[in-house]
């Protein structure tokens, strides 16, 4: 079905041959009567041309392979649109506890070039910058709420608080109509093969092992990608500029759980769990709570086990897509990324 009244038609989505980028391109399409989009993206090893291949051809789809940090790029990027949603951003967690550098870049000087173009365009009607459950670190009782206290606890998380908080202040000093998002967890179909569900997913159908950090007791709160994506949409058109939303699909769940969960969904046993060394000032818990979003009538349509369920059907009949980015990838994914239990 079609949404009605909308705040603008012309979308720049940066980061849009990624995961969540790519499923909200599809929500639009699917949803939006008249949109129009333009990506960019640097196309990094998570960024993937054939996540956009079924949108050639669709009302005023456009491709731009560039940085969000390349200030030509970005202007031509951003000409003529009304809505930017930015999603691209180096993402890992482990990979910027490794090499911090380009989160820094993408994550803070890349929002700031965004930024500073939308500065210039008066007619600018929504700059919906993503961010992270992560920047307000990890709680182990109750749950965030937009005015809790930010403390990200590693780079990658450090880098978008950067950010947002940049996004935060061209609203305030300049007028740029900027919404924040705070999200817990995404997955569902097109996630990259090193996220933990389709890493478990594939090793599984591989008939591998598949690597749990730790005891396995840390907690996350699941979102399925779509009602992500229905979110942003919503803050498009009814979010308050200046404003952060959480965006939490209240799924809580310890990865031990998730990790059985799978198992069943894939008629697997116990054996074929490996424990292994736990990340670096790992967070034990994320919660959020998102009643200011649940307020403008969003609701999740997906528990966990539905959207499990979704997620490992995507993956089973999709074999042709995650294959070969399955085959490039670091094989400290599977093994463990941070080696062997007990390892220093
Ligand atoms: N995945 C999650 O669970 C989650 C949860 C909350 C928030 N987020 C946020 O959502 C956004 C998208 O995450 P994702 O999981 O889809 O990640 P992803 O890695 O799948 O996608 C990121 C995209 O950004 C592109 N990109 C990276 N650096 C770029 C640059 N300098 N210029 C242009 N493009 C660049 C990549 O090529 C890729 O296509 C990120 O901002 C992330 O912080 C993700």
Redesign the pocket.
Known sequence: MSEGMTQGKDYLV??????????FIRYLYQNVEGIRVRV?????????LA?LFEFEGRNGFEFLK?????EAMVRKAMDGVDVVV???????VDRSIDDPQ?FL???IV?VYTLLQQARKMPGLKRFIQ?????VYGHILEGSFHEASELKPRNP?AAS?LGGERLAYSFFETYGVPVVI???????GP???PE?VIPLFITNLFDGGTVPVFGAGRQIRDW?YVED?CRAIRLLVDSGVNGEVYN?GGSQECENIDLTRKLLVLMGKDERSIKFVQDRPGHDMRYSLDSSKLLRLGWQPAYDLDKGLQATVEWYRANEAWWRPLKDKLDPRYSKGFWGEKGAK
């Open positions: 940066t980061g849009g041959a990624g995961f969540i980028g790519s499923n960019l993206d640097k196309l990094t090893y998570s960024g993937n996540n560039g940085d969000i940090c390349d930015n999603f691209a951003a180096e993402v890992s380009s870049k993408t994550d890349g993503i961010s992270t459950d992560e990658y978008k998002t705070r999200a817990s967890n995404n997955y097109y996630a990259y996220k979102l992500h965006v």
